[in-house]
């Protein structure tokens, strides 16, 4: 990923927030997906923008993002390098108004996260990063700023990411096993953001996601020195049959 190439996507996933911010202050409606999950004109509105803006920008390079149609298996199955796109992960927040969603877009080679950009509209913030590439974090205008997970201080509890609107029984389970810890809830691929930047130690999720939920995540996370495995501490499969995820612990620790 070249430097050009990385202020371009950070562009696009600049743009696509400041549409979902329009929408946000406007009367927009909810409809339901087949799925159950709730979807709105900012969810389409945002993967117009990224969707367009890839095409012409790789055009060789296939997307597969949430809101668009997606390819069969029998397509995908063959591809070196793809796009991944969430262009609105959080849309329960979203809706609530709560200011906890982000825009998330990841290149995968050989079905591994190697780039990913999350954009958090409503603090004008672009985290971005890689194995390779390290992680930074943009606000507004500023420079780009280094940033690595960071592991608890002595005496200081296990900060531990949780969903805000996807209570998660299994949870509490995996949390007996930890020393002293406390909740940060929060919403969205945010809490990646989190973890890599070193608010929060540790994110484990049982609940389940999808694979545009965390691919950019992970690269990000472990641009910053973290790790993003199953539980059992395999590798995470991308771009599977289905595209539903599995149980993952991202963490500092």
Not at 76 to 95: A, C, H, S, Y
Not at 136 to 153: H, L, N
Request: proline fraction near 9%; include cysteine.
């Amino acid at each position: 990923m070249q430097h050009a190439d990385i202020l371009a996507l950070c562009g696009v996933a600049r743009l696509a927030g400041q549409e979902i911010l329009r929408v946000a202050e406007t009367a927009f409606a909810v409809d339901v997906k087949a799925d159950d999950s709730p979807v709105t004109q900012a969810d389409r509105a945002s993967d117009a923008i990224i969707r367009q803006a890839l095409t012409v920008l790789y055009p060789d390079i296939p997307i597969l993002s949430e809101e668009s149609g997606q390819s069969d298996y029998a397509v995908r199955k063959n591809w070196k390098r793809f796009w991944l796109v969430d262009p609105l992960d959080g849309t329960k927040e979203f809706i609530k108004r709560n200011g906890e969603f982000t825009v998330n877009i990841a290149l995968l080679e050989k079905n591994r996260p190697v780039f990913g950009v999350i954009q958090v509209p409503t603090q004008d913030a672009i985290y971005y990063g890689g194995p390779m590439h390290g992680a930074f974090r943009i606000s507004g205008t500023d420079a780009p700023v280094p940033i690595a997970v960071r592991r608890p201080a002595p005496g200081e509890p296990v900060l531990v990411g949780a969903s805000r609107s996807h209570p998660d029984a299994h949870l509490d389970a995996y949390l007996a096993a930890l020393p002293p810890h406390e909740l940060v809830t929060a919403g969205s691929a945010y809490k990646f953001c989190l973890l890599a930047q070193g608010t929060i130690h540790l994110y484990p999720r049982f609940n389940p996601t999808m694979e545009w939920d965390t691919a950019a995540g992970q690269a990000i996370v472990e641009g910053a020195g973290g790790r993003f495995t199953a539980p059992d501490g395999s590798p995470f499969p991308y771009n599977k049959p289905c595209l539903k995820n599995g149980p993952f612990v991202a963490t500092a620790l």
